[in-house]
T-cell receptor, first 113, second 114 residues
Framework: KAGVTQTPRYLIKTRGQQVTLSCSPISGHRSVSWYQQTPGQGLQFLFE???????NKGNFPGRFSGRQFSNSRSEMNVSTLELGDSALYLC????????????FGDGTRLSIL | QKEVEQDPGPLSVPEGAIVSLNCTYSNSAFQYFMWYRQYSRKGPELLMY????GNKEDGRFTAQVDKSSKYISLFIRDSQPSDSATYLCAMSANSGGSNYKLTFGKGTLLTVNP
């Protein structure tokens, strides 16, 4: 069974730009969640989608948004990028939701210049 | 007080040692507990998943949950150099209906020396 796939693996952007990250979950998983990982704050939850609907949301500004498609694939968008958005962005999928084991991809490393 | 506290280490042990990794938490609503291992430049990999209090063993790994003390542990027996990684604890609580809150510790960096 293929794991969670995230693209691209690396991305360099400048302040003010926007970016879209993509995630393909494990086949059959309907829950997809996104996380930001930084050395200072650790791994922080952004949001979870289930059957194309946002079901849970963390404490991030509205510049961070996402969506999920009918095939469970998900995208995350960050608008008006700031230097502090430099981080590893991880996507995870699960059978049920955030009370179930999360299966992570290897992330997208986003660097803001 | 942070909801989940985890000593960042670094922790350095000789090969073959027993390793103890711990997390404390303040939210008594946490019911689901997980441990992840993360190698450099990779995503976290699930090691253990437990519900409520008790022990769970899987090979060289044992997870313990003590809800009365709000304390969880991961023990690694006969540690190997390949166990060198960052270990993250994670906890989930129901926040109403099908909504859950998932919180991670900041991770402990472990090095096992040959």
């Amino acid at each position: 069974k293929a794991g969670v796939t995230q693209t691209p693996r690396y991305l360099i952007k400048t302040r003010g730009q926007q970016v879209t990250l993509s995630c393909s979950p494990i086949s059959g998983h309907r829950s997809v969640s996104w996380y930001q990982q930084t050395p200072g704050q650790g791994l922080q939850f952004l949001f979870e989608y289930f059957s194309e609907t946002q079901r849970n949301k963390g404490n991030f500004p509205g510049r961070f948004s996402g969506r999920q498609f009918s095939n469970s694939r998900s995208e995350m968008n960050v608008s008006t990028l700031e230097l502090g958005d430099s981080a590893l962005y991880l996507c995870a999928s699960s059978n049920g939701g955030l009370n179930q084991p999360q299966h992570f991809g290897d992330g997208t490393r986003l660097s803001i210049l | 007080q942070k909801e989940v506290e985890q000593d960042p280490g670094p922790l350095s042990v000789p090969e073959g040692a027993i390793v103890s990794l711990n997390c404390t938490y303040s939210n008594s609503a946490f019911q689901y507990f997980m441990w992840y291992r993360q190698y450099s430049r990779k995503g976290p990999e699930l090691l253990m998943y437990t519900y409520s209090s008790g022990n769970k063993e899987d090979g060289r790994f044992t997870a313990q949950v003590d809800k009365s003390s709000k304390y969880i542990s991961l023990f690694i027996r006969d540690s190997q150099p390949s166990d060198s990684a960052t270990y993250l604890c994670a906890m989930s609580a129901n926040s109403g209906g099908s909504n859950y809150k998932l919180t991670f510790g900041k991770g402990t960096l472990l090095t096992v020396n040959p």
